[in-house]
């Protein structure tokens, strides 16, 4: 019995198992073709053979190959030793894992399957000037190419009604009849097997100006994807980094940092934060946690940035970041204001912090930056805004406001996302359901929190442990 599992950050496509051994005889130089497979994902495959030889350690020979991402041929072989007994009922089976960059790990294989994967991947079109290449690929491995979404969605002006503008994007994104039926063949598997669909947006490094479209609003029919808990939502951003692990170590260390300036009013006209009450709002939203099992600190002031890198080298696995901040159009980054060795405002560059964060001995699996326009884009860089950087450093799951948000909108998501992220551990279940409660309250906000996320089931911990 062979396992072949992707342990990598991309699809392999076009994979092709061969196998050689001169000390069995049967089909011992079958050749099988399987379906792409993709990142995290195992396929099992039989082999009947009878051996010529027993011993601890008789060599068989597999040779994979396949083509990555960006169209790369990749061959490799491994040679298992596998321990044969006189007797059938001594002989255990071989196995292997497959890389598709070779050095990266990452799948959660001991997880049991918590949902159907549908990944929607934008890319440029080669062939075509005029429109965006779409995909989708299942979690069987199976991929629907072929799909086309129009340039011009680029200059589209949302009318203002969440549910009306999120039916038009979905309709342009599935417009492709192939696309369509993917979508289709996906939800009908989930309801089959009574599983939620993890709808995981991929927009391709070369066509970052489709960052600006606000895909959160996608509806199918009266269903809004990223506030719907059977269809947990997140953007996934291509990067050479391997895909973040559930959290195993008890206690899990959260961090609250609050930023708050003591000339932020008088010089940007930015309300100052009641510290108490952004406290309280996140110590209350981790009461579900079994005692002990989370350790929640607060950065003392100044919040410098000098003071955050050295408080980061405790390992803490969960970061919250209270605090204002801006885009700035000129330089296309994001600033954080942070503070001052004396307590007045400091402006900190996306760049600069993803750089504390990269430093960092153990990074965090979890940042939320509960601040307006943590999340916002350049057409230039995909990578422009706080959150994206933070993703290119290698945090493996990064929560930005794309929008400007009230402050009390910005506590009830951090409330809502953090009490629900303790009942189940999932990161974009937690923040649909945030979203969810905004749709009454304040329905212009719905769209307002982004996740960039690198976790394969989309879990942040393991309730079990």
């Not at 298992?80 to 006189?86: A, H, P, S, Y």
């Not at 204002?324 to 307590?343: C, N, P, T, Y």
Request: glycine content about 6%; charged content about 20%.
């Amino acid at each position: 019995n062979f396992s072949v599992t992707n342990e990598g950050f991309g699809l392999a496509r076009h994979l092709v198992i061969q196998t050689q051994a001169r000390q069995f005889e049967g089909q011992v130089s079958m050749t099988q073709a399987l379906a792409h497979l993709p990142p995290g994902r195992s396929r099992n495959r039989r082999l009947d053979v009878k051996p010529l030889e027993s011993g601890p350690a008789v060599p068989f020979t597999v040779e994979v190959s396949y083509i990555d991402d960006t169209d790369t041929f990749h061959s490799r072989d491994e040679t298992i030793c596998l321990t044969v007994g006189q007797s059938e009922t001594n002989r255990t089976p071989g196995s292997m894992h497959i890389l598709t960059q070779p050095g990266l790990s990452g799948s959660e294989r001991s997880l049991q399957r918590s949902a159907i994967e549908v990944e929607l991947r934008i890319s440029r079109d080669s062939e075509a000037y005029t429109a965006y290449a779409v995909e989708v690929t299942l979690d069987d491995g199976h991929v629907f190419s072929g799909g086309k979404l129009s340039k011009s969605l680029l200059s589209w002006q949302p009318s203002g009604n969440p549910a009306e503008d999120g039916r038009y994007l979905f309709n342009q994104l599935v417009s492709a009849p192939i696309v369509r039926d993917a979508w289709r063949i996906a939800q009908g598997e989930a309801i089959s097997q009574s599983l939620p669909r993890r709808i995981r947006l991929r927009i391709g490094s070369d066509v970052p100006e489709l960052h600006n479209l606000p895909w959160e609003l996608l509806h199918d029919g009266a269903v809004m994807l990223s506030a719907n808990s059977n269809t947990p939502f997140s953007r996934y951003l291509p990067v050479p980094q391997p895909w973040g692990q559930p959290l195993i170590t008890r206690p899990i260390r959260v961090l609250g940092v609050i930023s708050n300036p003591k000339d932020l009013h008088d010089r940007y006209q930015l309300g100052k934060l009641d510290v108490d009450l952004e406290k309280y709002i996140l110590a209350t939203a981790f009461k579900g946690m079994e005692q002990g099992s989370v350790r929640l600190e607060f950065m003392p002031a100044p919040v410098t940035p000098d003071n955050l890198s050295n408080v980061l080298r405790n390992g803490y696995q969960i970061i919250h970041f209270v605090g204002h901040g801006r885009f700035v159009g000129h330089s296309k980054s994001a600033e954080l204001f942070m503070e001052d060795q004396k307590g007045y405002s400091l402006p900190v560059a996306d760049q600069t912090l993803a750089q504390i964060f990269s430093h960092a001995d153990i990074r965090p699996h979890l940042v939320f930056l509960s601040v307006c326009q943590s999340a916002s884009h350049s057409s230039r860089d995909a990578f422009v805004g706080m959150a994206p950087k933070l993703v290119q450093a290698g945090v493996p799951a990064v929560i930005g406001m794309q929008d400007r948000v009230r402050v009390a909108t910005a506590r009830k998501i951090t409330q809502i996302f953090y009490r629900r992220l303790t009942d189940h551990g999932y990161v974009d279940q937690a923040l649909n359901e945030a979203r969810a409660a905004l749709i009454v309250s304040d329905p212009s906000a719905v769209q307002t929190p982004v996740l960039f996320m690198r976790l394969q089931s989309g879990r942040l911990w393991d309730l079990t442990l």
